[in-house]
Nanobody, 126 residues
Framework: QLQLVESGGGLVQPGGSLRLSCAAS????????IVWFRQAPGKEREGVSC????????YYTDSVKGRFTISRGNTNNTVYLQMNSLKPEDTAVYYC???????????????????WGQGTQVTVSS
């Protein structure tokens, strides 16, 4: 059974940093394109970042470019989202999703992902 587990969320002050992890069991993440989404209360789910399985290509939504970095762990079947210079508007539940076929682009956030984690809460507040 394919499982994704997010962790690393928490409460941080504006300008602070967090590193989210998306860990997989039951499959090897290297063979999957991984996408981070987030959903704030009362808002629609928003695509945040993506890393492709084929060539490591990455994509970021405009609001996080230059602040967030997505990467793969070398040996531990985990994908990370390093979030720096956090803003109150980054507050949301963050989810990771996986698909073996998608390639990262502006359209990947509209994809139909079969594997999702349970989410981790990120709160940016003073």
């Amino acid at each position: 059974q394919l499982q994704l587990v997010e962790s690393g969320g928490g409460l941080v002050q504006p300008g602070g940093s967090l590193r989210l992890s998306c860990a997989a069991s039951g499959f090897t993440l290297d063979y999957y394109t991984i996408v981070w989404f987030r959903q704030a209360p009362g808002k629609e789910r928003e695509g945040v970042s993506c890393i492709s399985s084929s060539d490591g290509n990455t994509y970021y939504t405009d609001s996080v470019k230059g602040r967030f970095t997505i990467s793969r762990g070398n040996t531990n079947n985990t994908v990370y989202l390093q979030m720096n210079s956090l803003k109150p508007e980054d507050t949301a539940v963050y989810y990771c999703a996986a698909d073996p076929h998608y390639y990262c682009s502006a359209y990947v956030f509209k994809g139909d992902f079969g594997s999702w984690g349970q989410g981790t809460q990120v709160t940016v507040s003073s």
